[in-house]
């Protein structure tokens, strides 16, 4: 088997943002720039997550990713298969045609049992297991402060109440009634 790219920082990035949510929705570009990954390839996996209802996306200011079910209802196998990666080490793809004319290899069956064992091994391994690994060797995760940020850094400067007519008919009426 040839785990790719694809798998391991689908991997990653879900341990990423399972240690992380309970702050909120974790943005891409924070997981990305953490991890070291292209935040346009995060993007294009956590479509493929969330399609798969792994994680849930909100949007605005605020917003970002969270787990669509509990870190102990997620395994590795959930998260590889949702982002297309083969989990196959024959050289016919499952398929049982290794030669090209419809006939086995003499090894089929040792890599279609190797396939099953890499399954059962990954579907044996959830988020939360990961997570608490990483929280067992020391990983430090910052915790965000509950302060809203100010859109603009200019202060915001009240009017002031003035009790003056607004209009040159108004101040007519105030005229002719003393």
Not at 144 to 154: E, G, L
Not at 161 to 166: E, F, G, L
Request: proline residues 4%; hydrophobic residues 40%.
């Amino acid at each position: 088997m040839r785990l790719t790219t694809k798998g391991r920082f689908a991997v990653t990035a879900m341990i990423d943002l399972a240690l992380r949510q309970n702050n909120g929705p974790v943005t891409l570009a924070a997981i990305s720039q953490r991890q070291q990954i292209s935040l346009s390839y995060l993007e294009q996996l956590f479509g493929k997550l969330r399609r798969h209802e792994l994680v849930e996306s909100t949007r605005g200011p605020g917003g970002g990713y969270t787990l669509g079910r509990k870190a102990a209802d997620i395994t590795v196998a959930d998260i590889i298969v949702s982002v297309d990666e083969p989990i196959d080490a024959t050289q016919c793809g499952g398929k049982e045609n290794c030669h090209g004319d419809g006939g086995r290899c003499m090894t089929h069956e040792l890599w279609a049992a190797l396939n099953q064992r890499m399954v059962e091994f990954l579907d044996s391994v959830n988020l939360q297991k990961l997570v608490d690994e990483q929280i067992a060797k020391g990983i430090q995760v910052e915790t965000r402060p509950n302060v809203k940020k100010a859109i603009s850094s200019t202060p915001v400067v009240k009017p002031i109440r003035v009790n003056a007519p607004n209009s040159v008919f108004a101040l007519g009426s105030i005229l002719s009634a003393k």
